[in-house]
């Protein structure tokens, strides 16, 4: 998907120079050669091995920096991998993202009051992003990835130690009662699946496992890309375990149980119930459902502590999500009714339809 598909959130503030690689050596550097025929040598900014990120021969584009207290004037921004983009200056994910939490582009983070950046946690790590409402906090690193193989998005592309020391710290501060979140920046359009790069870093790929095990979100979404600037595509994939391929991706929704008895089924529809009641005023023999999936729905417990007193939509949703990791054959149960579907629509009761537990769910089975 090319950079016109989406508006622009983060121009690169300058018309990217057109090259050609030629050689990268020691890391940071990278001879390219320009349209005139120079051969210069520009700043390579990632550090990693780039494995599929580009190779001799490859189209690419550099910035300029008229600064004299730098060594190199040019930096690699761009490489072009076949018909695709791929961003290989990292110090551009957390720019947008910090954009993307500005216009409230990052579904899973909206309504927070506050956000700061590079916040220290407990004189042990710098974590990307704070944000904040009221007593609640909410803690964001963000990885750029650049490694794609056969369709699958993998992070990271090599060993790192202070990737999987930022998951340690991430999950300490879940199991605090904090939010916290691995948020994984995709820059480039060609993937389908994101996942740990368990071949390149395993002890990485066992600190992510953990780190969701202990109520760590992790979030992938993707940019678009190309020579005039950055947009945000939206989400890839919410987990690093179970992924779904796009071209799989099937319409969820979520309705009131009174407004679906009132009308038709649709044609390869799979109506769920979630509710663990069934709904007052309602016959059984009148909803046309395909099952009634009782387990899925929150805890009597969980339902009375979030009705006591006014507690946050957050503080709820994580709960729920912890009931819903103890109850895996429950979720499965819900995964295998929707999968192949044409359509999935989720019911509930209540009267609240812009906060309610069919939403959580509908959020876990686009994961």
């Known amino acids: 998907m090319s950079e016109a598909s989406n508006d622009i959130l983060v121009p690169f503030g300058q018309r990217l120079i057109r090259a050609r690689w030629v050689r990268r050596y020691k890391r940071f550097l990278i001879d390219v050669e320009l349209e005139s025929g120079q051969v210069i040598t520009a700043h390579c900014p990632d550090p990693g091995r780039m494995t599929t990120a580009g190779e001799p021969g490859c189209e690419v584009r550099l910035s300029f ?76 690193e963000v990885k750029s990835v650049t490694l794609v193989r056969d369709g699958v998005a993998s992070f990271p592309d090599a060993v790192t130690k202070r990737g999987a020391r930022h998951l340690d710290v991430l999950s300490e501060l879940a199991r605090a009662g904090d939010r916290a979140v691995s ?32 109520g760590v979100e992790v979030l992938v979404y993707e940019l678009s890309i190309g020579p005039r600037g950055l947009g945000w595509n939206g989400p890839l994939l919410g987990s690093s375990s179970k992924s779904t391929p796009k071209e799989q991706a099937m319409p969820i929704t979520t309705e009131r149980v009174y407004d679906f008895r009132n009308r038709e089924k649709r ?99 686009t994961e």
């Open 65 to 140: 920096h008229d600064d004299p207290r730098r060594k190199l004037s040019h930096t690699l921004e761009l490489v072009r991998v076949d018909e695709t983009w791929v961003l290989v200056n990292n110090i551009w994910a957390n720019r947008i993202v910090a954009r993307a939490l500005e216009d409230e582009r990052i579904a899973e983070l909206q309504g927070y009051s506050s956000s700061r950046r590079e916040v220290r946690v407990a004189d042990r790590s710098r974590l990307d992003f704070l944000l904040e409402r009221g007593q609640e906090r909410c803690w964001v």
């Open 267 to 365: 044609k390869g529809e799979v109506a769920l119930l979630v509710d663990r009641l069934w709904p007052r005023g309602v016959r059984k023999e009148s909803l046309e459902i395909d099952a009634w999936l009782k387990d899925v729905a929150p805890s009597t417990e969980l339902r009375k502590w979030f009705h006591a007193e006014d507690r946050s939509w957050d503080a709820f949703r994580r709960r729920y999500l912890a009931e819903l990791k103890q109850r895996p054959n429950a979720v499965e149960e819900l995964r295998a009714h929707a999968r192949g579907a044409d359509q999935v629509t989720l019911l509930y009761a209540t009267r609240d339809t812009e906060r309610n537990h069919a939403q959580i769910l509908q959020g876990l089975l």
């Open 183 to 214: 948020l994984f920046v995709l820059q480039r359009d060609d993937a389908k699946i994101f996942e740990p790069a368990d071949d390149v870093d395993p002890a990485y790929g066992e600190a992510l496992r953990r780190a969701e095990a202990a």
